[in-house]
T-cell receptor, first 112, second 113 residues
Framework: DGGITQSPKYLFRKEGQNVTLSCEQN?????MYWYRQDPGQGLRLIYY???????QKGDIAEGYSVSREKKESFPLTVTSAQKNPTAFYLC???????????FGPGTRLTVL | AQSVSQHNHHVILSEAASLELGCNYS??????LFWYVQYPGQHLQLLLK????DPLVKGIKGFEAEFIKSKFSFNLRKPSVQWSDTAEYFC???????????WGLGTSLAVNP
């Protein structure tokens, strides 16, 4: 069954801790994306990757880091430098170009 | 900078009412336009998209949207909504072959049975 998986669904962390959110896709898509969704603010792009071993900052990259060592995986690390990390994080992938993005179920991160 | 605006943040309708959600984009060149929907507790998924050709685009679940270039608009319509259409709706655009999507802030639709 093809798709995008994100884990965990809910994540709690203490202030000052780094945490890594997983995103895996078996759609053989070249491009992958990380978004943050806050109520009333739509989706804001954190990082995106068009190809393995390459990624670009989105609109709100500060306090986040990513890697793209494998085509199917694009983990996001929320560092202690992110001032307001509590949010819903969405991962997406697309075949390439300007085509449709396909989304995972999301991870809700809460910083205690 | 390219932007997408959605006119209504919250819409409340009764079942069988007609729906029109507004979306305007700012880019003057070639655009690709999308409507996505997020049902409660479900993945964000594509409703419909416009790349080129017929400006009236039909999507899933009876939704359609019309691309009007002169008005920079891509409004979403459905003639008769159902309770199951309760969701958040997002309009998005991209330009040319750019893989980045520009998103509107979303419209929350509540349909009363």
């Amino acid at each position: 069954d093809g798709g995008i998986t994100q884990s965990p669904k809910y994540l709690f962390r203490k202030e000052g801790q780094n945490v890594t959110l997983s995103c895996e896709q078996n759609l053989n898509h070249d491009a992958m994306y990380w978004y943050r969704q806050d109520p009333g603010q739509g989706l804001r792009l954190i990082y995106y990757s068009q190809i393995v071993n390459d990624f670009q900052k989105g609109d709100i990259a500060e306090g986040y880091s990513v890697s793209r060592e494998k085509k199917e995986s694009f983990p996001l690390t929320v560092t202690s430098a992110q001032k307001n990390p509590t949010a819903f994080y969405l991962c997406a992938s697309s075949p390439g170009g300007a085509d449709t993005q396909y989304f995972g179920p999301g991870t809700r991160l809460t910083v205690l | 900078a390219q932007s997408v605006s959605q006119h209504n943040h919250h819409v409340i309708l009764s079942e069988a009412a007609s729906l029109e959600l507004g979306c305007n984009y700012s880019y003057g060149g070639t655009v690709n336009l999308f409507w996505y929907v997020q049902y409660p507790g479900q993945h964000l998924q594509l409703l419909l998209k416009y790349f080129s050709g017929d400006p009236l685009v039909k999507g899933i679940k009876g939704f359609e949207a019309e691309f009007i270039k002169s008005k920079f608009s891509f409004n979403l319509r459905k003639p008769s909504v159902q309770w199951s259409d309760t969701a958040e709706y997002f309009c998005a655009s991209s330009t040319g072959n750019n893989r980045k999507l520009i998103w509107g802030l979303g419209t929350s639709l509540a349909v009363n049975p």
